[in-house]
């Protein structure tokens, strides 16, 4: 099933800079990698650490500690899943290479087998983040033998199989249906966008089927002990079963079949993939790039078209309109900013018959408590300053320019104003993603609308602070010399620097929130305060180091 | 004919110097005067370190050492007043593939403070010219090379610079959006401003300059009008070989 040209197709696109290829060939480059990783890793796996151990000795109380491996795994495929639909669009339809391939005599399937190793290794990043702390936590605990961690390994390489190829699966067949009439890159979008819906949708739909069934049998596994839970955890993605189980039962006999069919079903899978892609891929892909005819101006009209505005006006809209237009662009500093919010839409999709009843009802109860008033403000905020990080809007401002940067080197206008205008584009399009989230917080969650109001206000703070982290880290560290727009904005490490400066960030906001628990008022205004204080440091770096490194930067 | 206007030195370079961080000279202590009312062309072979010169000129880079004025302004000590003096259009049209023609021509009205008014007689004029007006609600990303090149050179002219500044404008244009810019970049001259413009074909250089800069390696080897240059090839055996190369490249 691996033939010579797509192992030799993934080698050429892991050189061209796809997947992970982060050059760090400058002092400066490996002093930003180290003092980010460097501190926001540990700290970050710290908190992480700690919350497992809180898990894991719950779960120990009642002989299900197993569980925390199908958890784990459940939801490293949920996370691996949704990255993983955002790279599959970006890279099996508008990354600029296909284009390169398709004269050559490759089939459909090298080029998507090839495209899906690539992203297999990138999603392993959120294997190491999320599964592999649970994975060394419980091996320890439960005082593993080797064989464990060599199942674990082997869990660990073939876990992103399964969502990654749901994904391209769905990407592919929407993406065939798409791909017509002259506004092709139009529609492009739109598929990727239903793409995303759809596959979170059924995620969702799968979730909720079997939290159904299982209603009636959780009890009786609760009886049974020894980890007999995990059953029904790991029904969302169905190999996380057979994966857990294998782990569980390392010791035995079961543990191997178990880790057999695991290996069995992930390989069967990639297959079904790879023949499907026969059937569809090329049909998607085809025809992309064409452009197509418009509308004629005549010499009269020329006069309606013209429209002045302030440079910083003018600039920034340009910036959005770019942002917009560019299908890769769109999907991961755009589209993002509203697929977060939507996400608190669907376990309100996905609620029994009578909302009255269960989790989701409790958690309204909650949400009118003026006790919980604090805790809200704080989790919502610590929420705006993750979307607004992960975004990349800032955090690729300058690569975007790319080996256009000279451009923007010799129009007379000041670096000053220029880094404004690209932070106004990533805090308008971080605060869209605020208005959105806090109108389904006020409509859908019943949330009380002065505390929306107050959260609006409030909200701007978090966004300004990751639109100037991202646009400080991308002038210290751009990535200029790309060819497709896909590594400008998917393979910057910027943008992966931003996620977790602002991840460390909302944690802070988090323990903040559950330090002054007692107290909304000291809540509220110690999150003000401390990100507003962020906000002026940041803004003082901004214009100061900032212009002069823009300055530096030769295009 | 013999109307003459009063010579003003618009383009002045001093003992520039660039050196890449690879520690490649593009350039080596340079100086160069370059006059107003005439064109201009920089001559030399790829990679001789023009479009390098350019850059620092428009102030895409900054010099090691030396310096540059445009009209006067010192572009280190003065960066956008010294922009706006200059109309740039650079080697490769490929920008803002995404905006439509109208507003790339909008925004850089808007980035040279380019009045409503003065914009609607410029561009109407200058896409009347240049045959862009039909094309310009389209997204530059369908234009061809030619009409990329040219919504470029439409896009820098806006606001009327006296010193136009062109890095291998001929390239990509049809023979005759060509015509037209040798016409305007002639037109442009008469009133007594300048155009600079680098080439690698000499005949290109022939036909439209008034003054010449031979460059190579970082060097200048020559200065001086066309006439002077051919004397100057003809003692100079050492160059003789380069003007061949220069010829070759024409093919």
């Given at each position: 099933m691996m033939n010579n040209k797509t192992w030799a197709l993934t080698k050429v696109l892991i050189k061209n800079g796809e997947g992970l290829s982060f050059k760090l060939n400058t002092k400066k480059a490996w002093i930003l990698f180290i003092a980010i990783i460097g501190i926001t890793i540990p700290s970050l796996l710290f908190g992480y650490i700690k919350f497992i151990e809180l898990i894991y000795h719950s779960l120990a109380t009642i002989n299900q500690q197993g569980v925390i491996l199908s958890w784990g795994l459940a939801i490293n495929s949920i996370m691996i899943f949704i990255f993983g639909m955002f790279y599959i669009i970006s890279s099996f339809y508008f990354s600029g290479d296909i284009e390169n391939f398709l004269p050559l005599p490759i089939k459909p399937k090298q080029i998507v087998g090839a495209k899906f190793l690539v992203t297999v290794l990138y999603e392993y990043l959120i294997s190491a983040f999320i599964f592999l702390p649970i994975l060394i936590y419980y091996g320890i605990y439960e005082s593993a033998g080797l064989l464990y961690y060599i199942y674990?390994?082997?869990?660990?390489?073939?876990?992103?199989?399964?969502?990654?190829?749901?994904?391209?699966?769905?990407?592919?067949?929407?993406?065939?249906?798409?791909?017509?009439?002259r506004y092709r890159e139009l529609f492009k979008i739109i598929g990727g966008v239903i793409a995303m819906f759809v596959g979170i949708g059924l995620n969702f739909a799968f979730q909720s089927f079997a939290a159904k069934l299982d209603q009636n049998t959780i009890g009786e596994l609760l009886e049974l002990g020894n980890n007999s839970l995990s059953v029904v955890t790991s029904r969302m993605f169905p190999t996380v079963r057979w994966a857990a189980q294998a782990l569980l039962d390392y010791k035995i006999a079961n543990g191997l079949t178990n880790l057999l069919i695991f290996c069995g079903l992930s390989a069967g899978i990639y297959i079904v993939l790879l023949y499907f892609s026969e059937l569809v891929y090329f049909k998607g892909v085809v025809g992309l790039s064409e452009s197509s005819a418009r509308s004629v101006v005549l010499d009269e009209d020329l006069g309606k078209l013209l429209k002045k505005n302030s440079v910083i006006k003018s600039y920034t809209l340009n910036e959005l309109r770019i942002l917009f237009r560019t299908p890769i662009y769109f999907l991961n500093c755009v589209l993002i900013n509203i697929i977060w919010p939507l996400f608190i839409i669907l376990p309100l999709l996905i609620t029994p018959d009578d909302p009255t009843q269960g989790d989701l009802s409790m958690l309204l109860e909650l949400l009118r408590e003026p006790k919980a008033i604090g805790m809200i403000i704080g989790i919502t905020l610590a929420a705006i300053t993750f979307i607004g990080g992960s975004n990349g809007i800032t955090a690729t401002a300058i690569s975007r320019e790319g080996k256009e940067l000279h451009i923007k080197k010799h129009i007379p206008v000041s670096y000053r104003h220029q880094i404004t205008a690209k932070v106004l584009a990533g805090i308008v399009l971080s605060y869209i993603g605020v208005v959105i989230l806090i109108l389904i917080m006020i409509f859908l969650y019943k949330l009380p609308w002065y505390l929306g109001l107050l959260l609006l206000v409030i909200g701007i703070l978090p966004t300004i602070l990751t639109s100037f982290t991202g646009i400080l880290l991308d002038l210290y560290n751009p990535k200029l010399d790309w060819d497709s727009e896909q590594k400008a904005v998917k393979q910057n490490i910027n943008v992966l620097y931003n996620i977790l400066i602002s991840t460390a960030a909302a944690a802070l906001i988090g323990v903040i929130t559950y330090v002054f628990k007692s107290s909304a008022v000291l809540t509220i205004i110690s999150i003000i305060v401390l990100i507003s204080l962020l906000d002026l440091l940041l803004y003082y770096l901004v214009y100061t180091k900032g212009t002069v490194r823009f300055k530096e930067l030769e295009g | 004919m013999l109307l003459r206007l009063e010579v003003i030195i618009v383009i002045y370079l001093e003992n520039v110097s660039k050196t890449y961080s690879g520690g490649v000279k593009a350039n080596d202590q340079i100086s160069l005067t370059i006059p107003s009312g005439r064109?201009?062309?920089?001559?030399?072979?790829?990679?001789?370190?023009?479009?390098?010169?350019?850059?620092?000129?428009?102030?895409?880079?900054?010099?090691?050492?030396?310096?540059?004025?445009v009209n006067g302004i010192d572009i280190a000590k003065q960066p956008l007043a010294a922009k706006k003096q200059i109309g740039y259009v650079p080697d490769t049209p490929n920008m803002f593939l995404r905006l439509k023609g109208i507003e790339y021509l909008n925004f850089m009205a808007d980035v040279y403070d380019v009045s409503l008014d003065e914009r609607q007689v410029r561009i109407a004029d200058l896409c009347r010219r240049f045959e862009m007006t039909k094309v310009l609600k389209n997204p530059i990303q369908s234009y061809s090379q030619g009409m990329r090149q040219k919504i470029v050179i439409i896009g820098v002219l806006l606001h009327q610079p006296s010193v136009w500044i062109l890095d291998e404008p001929m390239t990509g244009l049809d023979p005759h959006s060509s015509y037209v810019l040798k016409e305007m970049m002639r037109e442009h001259v008469n009133n007594n401003n300048t155009v600079f413009f680098s080439t690698h074909v000499l005949d290109v250089a022939e036909k439209i300059c008034d003054e010449i800069a031979i460059i190579n390696k970082g060097k200048i080897l020559f200065t001086g009008d066309m006439a002077e240059m051919r004397e100057h090839f003809r003692k100079n055996e050492s160059l003789e070989k380069f003007f061949l190369e220069l010829t070759h490249d024409e093919q």
């Amino acid at each position: 099933m691996m033939n010579n040209k797509t192992w030799a197709l993934t080698k050429v696109l892991i050189k061209n800079g796809e997947g992970l290829s982060f050059k760090l060939n400058t002092k400066k480059a490996w002093i930003l990698f180290i003092a980010i990783i460097g501190i926001t890793i540990p700290s970050l796996l710290f908190g992480y650490i700690k919350f497992i151990e809180l898990i894991y000795h719950s779960l120990a109380t009642i002989n299900q500690q197993g569980v925390i491996l199908s958890w784990g795994l459940a939801i490293n495929s949920i996370m691996i899943f949704i990255f993983g639909m955002f790279y599959i669009i970006s890279s099996f339809y508008f990354s600029g290479d296909i284009e390169n391939f398709l004269p050559l005599p490759i089939k459909p399937k090298q080029i998507v087998g090839a495209k899906f190793l690539v992203t297999v290794l990138y999603e392993y990043l959120i294997s190491a983040f999320i599964f592999l702390p649970i994975l060394i936590y419980y091996g320890i605990y439960e005082s593993a033998g080797l064989l464990y961690y060599i199942y674990g390994l082997i869990v660990f390489a073939l876990i992103p199989i399964l969502p990654i190829a749901f994904g391209a699966l769905i990407v592919m067949l929407i993406m065939r249906f798409t791909n017509f009439s002259r506004y092709r890159e139009l529609f492009k979008i739109i598929g990727g966008v239903i793409a995303m819906f759809v596959g979170i949708g059924l995620n969702f739909a799968f979730q909720s089927f079997a939290a159904k069934l299982d209603q009636n049998t959780i009890g009786e596994l609760l009886e049974l002990g020894n980890n007999s839970l995990s059953v029904v955890t790991s029904r969302m993605f169905p190999t996380v079963r057979w994966a857990a189980q294998a782990l569980l039962d390392y010791k035995i006999a079961n543990g191997l079949t178990n880790l057999l069919i695991f290996c069995g079903l992930s390989a069967g899978i990639y297959i079904v993939l790879l023949y499907f892609s026969e059937l569809v891929y090329f049909k998607g892909v085809v025809g992309l790039s064409e452009s197509s005819a418009r509308s004629v101006v005549l010499d009269e009209d020329l006069g309606k078209l013209l429209k002045k505005n302030s440079v910083i006006k003018s600039y920034t809209l340009n910036e959005l309109r770019i942002l917009f237009r560019t299908p890769i662009y769109f999907l991961n500093c755009v589209l993002i900013n509203i697929i977060w919010p939507l996400f608190i839409i669907l376990p309100l999709l996905i609620t029994p018959d009578d909302p009255t009843q269960g989790d989701l009802s409790m958690l309204l109860e909650l949400l009118r408590e003026p006790k919980a008033i604090g805790m809200i403000i704080g989790i919502t905020l610590a929420a705006i300053t993750f979307i607004g990080g992960s975004n990349g809007i800032t955090a690729t401002a300058i690569s975007r320019e790319g080996k256009e940067l000279h451009i923007k080197k010799h129009i007379p206008v000041s670096y000053r104003h220029q880094i404004t205008a690209k932070v106004l584009a990533g805090i308008v399009l971080s605060y869209i993603g605020v208005v959105i989230l806090i109108l389904i917080m006020i409509f859908l969650y019943k949330l009380p609308w002065y505390l929306g109001l107050l959260l609006l206000v409030i909200g701007i703070l978090p966004t300004i602070l990751t639109s100037f982290t991202g646009i400080l880290l991308d002038l210290y560290n751009p990535k200029l010399d790309w060819d497709s727009e896909q590594k400008a904005v998917k393979q910057n490490i910027n943008v992966l620097y931003n996620i977790l400066i602002s991840t460390a960030a909302a944690a802070l906001i988090g323990v903040i929130t559950y330090v002054f628990k007692s107290s909304a008022v000291l809540t509220i205004i110690s999150i003000i305060v401390l990100i507003s204080l962020l906000d002026l440091l940041l803004y003082y770096l901004v214009y100061t180091k900032g212009t002069v490194r823009f300055k530096e930067l030769e295009g | 004919m013999l109307l003459r206007l009063e010579v003003i030195i618009v383009i002045y370079l001093e003992n520039v110097s660039k050196t890449y961080s690879g520690g490649v000279k593009a350039n080596d202590q340079i100086s160069l005067t370059i006059p107003s009312g005439r064109i201009f062309g920089f001559l030399g072979p790829n990679g001789a370190g023009k479009t390098t010169m350019i850059k620092l000129i428009t102030g895409i880079l900054a010099v090691d050492s030396g310096r540059i004025e445009v009209n006067g302004i010192d572009i280190a000590k003065q960066p956008l007043a010294a922009k706006k003096q200059i109309g740039y259009v650079p080697d490769t049209p490929n920008m803002f593939l995404r905006l439509k023609g109208i507003e790339y021509l909008n925004f850089m009205a808007d980035v040279y403070d380019v009045s409503l008014d003065e914009r609607q007689v410029r561009i109407a004029d200058l896409c009347r010219r240049f045959e862009m007006t039909k094309v310009l609600k389209n997204p530059i990303q369908s234009y061809s090379q030619g009409m990329r090149q040219k919504i470029v050179i439409i896009g820098v002219l806006l606001h009327q610079p006296s010193v136009w500044i062109l890095d291998e404008p001929m390239t990509g244009l049809d023979p005759h959006s060509s015509y037209v810019l040798k016409e305007m970049m002639r037109e442009h001259v008469n009133n007594n401003n300048t155009v600079f413009f680098s080439t690698h074909v000499l005949d290109v250089a022939e036909k439209i300059c008034d003054e010449i800069a031979i460059i190579n390696k970082g060097k200048i080897l020559f200065t001086g009008d066309m006439a002077e240059m051919r004397e100057h090839f003809r003692k100079n055996e050492s160059l003789e070989k380069f003007f061949l190369e220069l010829t070759h490249d024409e093919q």
